[in-house]
């Protein structure tokens, strides 16, 4: 049962919201997907923030013999919130909330609680730590859904500029987590996705698929950097705004014929479609 609910838990990982926020916002709601993606990126910073602020054990912290090598291998920082628990509620459920269709946010509830059940079954967690992070995941989800993020005039490019800046105060040594959301949010910030998806089954695919590869390309390369360039907080953070702006910009770009272009409302964004 141990490899089902590794299998399970790894549906928490990066790489799987990659995929996801991605998929979500070339395929369903380009504008959508950038409101997500901030809220996603402020869930993350926020979590961060409260695992490393508390600095609370988790079950095995005392007695490793509670979980395996494998699942503490799934189990970085300390215990509370659950970063699992969280972060796939934020996104699992800010999509259900964008979305308002019973089918999905059945499905996404469902998932969201097999990846917590997950999380207590692998004793990487105490249940307080998933409780709390359900429901800062919640309050995210609903910010993804109900909130839209201004980006006219300066502000486009001023937060960024400003979040680098900040990530150049990183002090080495500090969790690399902090430079990673300060990245997800400038980039998601700055992103502008003024395209629509695809309306046919292969365009879907086609886009899915070279822009995922894209996308993964880009992760890939930028991680085969030096480890000690690599972790430094600012490189950090440009790497992780450079993914979202490959995903959210050059992506549609290089695709523009899946992905037609189109016009800048007045709030600086184009409209969902539907």
């Not at 490959?246 to 800048?264: F, S, T, Y």
Request: with cysteine; aromatic share 10%; proline share 7%.
């Amino acid at each position: 049962m141990e490899t089902l609910w590794l299998m399970i838990t790894n549906l928490g990982r990066d790489e799987v919201f990659i995929v996801v926020l991605a998929l979500f916002t070339w395929l369903v709601r380009p504008q959508g997907g950038r409101e997500l993606g901030v809220a996603f990126a402020l869930s993350y910073l926020l979590n961060s923030a409260l695992k490393y602020g508390l600095n609370l054990p988790r079950p095995f912290t005392n007695d490793p013999s509670l979980a395996s090598e494998a699942a503490r291998a799934t189990a970085g920082g300390p215990g509370l919130p659950s970063g699992h628990a969280q972060m796939s509620a934020t996104l699992w459920l800010g999509i259900a909330a964008q979305l308002r269709s019973t089918g999905f946010t059945v499905f996404a509830a469902l998932l969201v609680a097999l990846i917590c059940a997950s999380r207590l079954l692998l004793h990487v967690h105490y249940p307080s730590d998933i409780a709390v992070g359900l429901l800062l995941g919640a309050v995210f989800a609903l910010l993804a859904a109900r909130v839209h993020f201004p980006q006219a005039g300066l502000l486009r490019w001023g937060v960024p500029a400003a979040l680098l800046l900040a990530a150049a105060f990183i002090p080495a040594g500090a969790p690399r987590e902090f430079g990673t959301g300060l990245g997800l949010l400038a980039g998601f910030w700055a992103a502008r996705p003024t395209f629509s998806p695809p309306r046919d089954w292969a365009g879907r695919l086609i886009v899915a698929a070279l822009g995922l590869i894209m996308v993964f390309a880009v992760y890939f390369a930028l991680a085969a950097l030096p480890h000690e360039l690599k972790d430094l907080g600012v490189v950090r953070t440009l790497r992780y705004a450079l993914l979202v702006l490959v995903a959210a910009e050059g992506v549609p770009l290089a695709l523009r014929r899946w992905l037609p272009a189109q016009p800048v409302t007045p709030q600086g964004a184009a409209q969902a479609v539907h």
